[in-house]
């Protein structure tokens, strides 16, 4: 049974940074309160012509950079997002287009910030299983789209920003060892998007009602988050046959420190076994357990060897961990330049486009 290992990685967050300050101006709160709260100081925000899907192919293109994977070899691309481009189509298939991954299969996966832990687990599964050789994992978001600038309970906590992994099959042990997913549909309304779906199409009352913005009921997300966080992970321990003096790092979902603080109590470890880097990027919902690694990386903390466990939790409820052993990217025999395929990316989707047209048209005239 092949091995499912991490073997690019990658991270892009848009410039402009909104300050604790800046929010302020915006409405009754000041810089103190939210970093005592939160332990945020600052987040990105989106421009208005980047989308989930921008964000997130310049994290794919970095990842498969780094794991020398031509996206033409691509078997799987997952895109979990809480802050999608569309209901439908699914933004994995924008990205599919935009980085020219001809081969690949392509859906998005919603389980809120546990979307990313979720996502690895079921490309390892099927990488596992032998059905795929190579996956793409897509974490992005433009959640302040959808963030009420009104609303002091929700618009201080949340940042824009996208993380990418490639997963790829191997004979050598080691990659994701163990996965545990949870769900807890009874508190769906604890953190929720209500409009714009279903149950609430687009309305005029519907945009009066702000039923398109995030919804949530702080504390008791807050109570959920600290109850869950340390479990999962002792879950996802056991399951690998470690425990927790094995691992080198817990890279969690990045919501709030204090979450963080009282899972470190519960586990009985220090901070600084945390990746935590919530204070510069806010809440990047399902981008940020990748945008903290790829930093963990670049700052020489996670290294080829480690052990480390991803833990998310989100609405939904959802919740999951895992157990990774960190690979690294795979030796080097013919360099690829994902980056080159997207001037053919394009020149395909266009030509794709024109042909759809004239077929369109040829099938007028012979009915
Ligand atoms: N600035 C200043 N005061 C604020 C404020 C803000 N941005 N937001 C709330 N307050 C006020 C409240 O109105 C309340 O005032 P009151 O006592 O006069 O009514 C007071 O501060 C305390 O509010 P409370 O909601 O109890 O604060 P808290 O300590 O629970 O912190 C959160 C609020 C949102 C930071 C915290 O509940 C939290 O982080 N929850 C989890 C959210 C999360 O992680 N969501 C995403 C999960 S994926």
């Known amino acids: 049974m092949p091995f499912a290992h991490i073997t690019g990685w990658g991270m892009h967050v848009p410039e402009p940074v909104l300050t604790n300050d800046d929010i302020s101006k915006l409405v009754d709160t000041s810089d103190e309160w939210i970093r005592e709260r939160t332990g945020i100081r600052e987040r990105h925000i989106a421009r208005e012509n980047e989308f989930p899907s921008t964000l997130g192919v310049e994290a794919a293109i970095k990842a498969l950079q780094i794991a020398n994977l031509a996206p033409t070899?691509?078997?799987?691309?997952?895109?979990?997002?809480?802050?999608?481009?569309?209901?439908?189509?699914?933004?994995?298939?924008?990205?599919?287009?935009?980085?020219?991954?001809?081969?690949?299969?392509?859906?998005?996966?919603?389980?809120?910030?546990?979307?990313?832990?979720?996502?690895?687990?079921?490309?390892?599964?099927?990488?596992?299983?032998?059905?795929?050789?190579?996956?793409?994992?897509?974490?992005?978001?433009?959640?302040?789209?959808?963030?009420?600038?009104?609303?002091?309970?929700?618009?201080?906590?949340?940042?824009d920003g996208a993380g990418a992994f490639v997963l790829q099959a191997s004979d050598v042990p080691g990659g994701v060892m163990s996965a545990v997913m949870h769900s807890d549909g009874s508190g769906a309304n604890s953190l929720i998007i209500p409009g714009g779906g279903a149950r609430f199409p687009a309305s005029e009352l519907s945009i009066h009602e702000n039923k398109h913005f995030i919804h949530m009921d702080g504390k008791e997300v807050f109570r959920f988050a600290t109850r869950v966080m340390g479990k999962a992970t002792l879950e996802a321990l056991e399951q690998a046959k470690l425990t927790i003096d094995d691992i080198q790092w817990i890279i969690p979902h990045q919501a709030n420190i204090r979450i963080v603080e009282t899972a470190a109590k519960y586990l009985k470890v220090p901070l600084d076994k945390f990746i935590v880097n919530v204070d510069r990027y806010g809440n990047t919902s399902t981008a940020s357990i990748p945008i903290a690694t790829v930093e963990a990386i670049q700052k020489g903390q996670l290294k080829a060897g480690d052990k480390a466990v991803f833990v998310g939790f989100g609405?939904?409820?959802?919740?999951?961990?895992?157990?990774?052993?960190?690979?690294?990217?795979?030796?080097?025999?013919?360099?690829?330049?994902?980056?080159?395929?997207?001037?053919?990316?394009?020149?395909?989707?266009?030509?794709?486009?024109?042909?759809?047209?004239?077929?369109?048209?040829?099938?007028?005239?012979?009915?």
Request: proline content about 4%; overall charge positive; charged content about 20%.
């Open 73 to 159: 070899e691509l078997d799987l691309i997952i895109c979990t997002s809480s802050s999608p481009e569309y209901i439908f189509p699914a933004t994995a298939c924008l990205i599919q287009d935009q980085i020219g991954a001809t081969k690949a299969g392509a859906f998005d996966l919603q389980a809120a910030c546990s979307g990313f832990v979720f996502s690895i687990n079921m490309a390892a599964q099927a990488i596992r299983s032998g059905s795929i050789k190579s996956a793409l994992i897509v974490g992005t978001e433009v959640l302040s789209r959808f963030v009420n600038w009104k609303d002091r309970n929700t618009c201080i906590l949340f940042g």
């Open 315 to 367: 609405g939904g409820l959802t919740w999951g961990a895992m157990v990774v052993e960190w690979t690294g990217p795979i030796p080097i025999t013919k360099q690829v330049h994902p980056e080159q395929y997207r001037l053919f990316a394009r020149l395909r989707s266009i030509v794709r486009r024109a042909l759809r047209f004239i077929e369109g048209l040829f099938s007028r005239w012979d009915s």
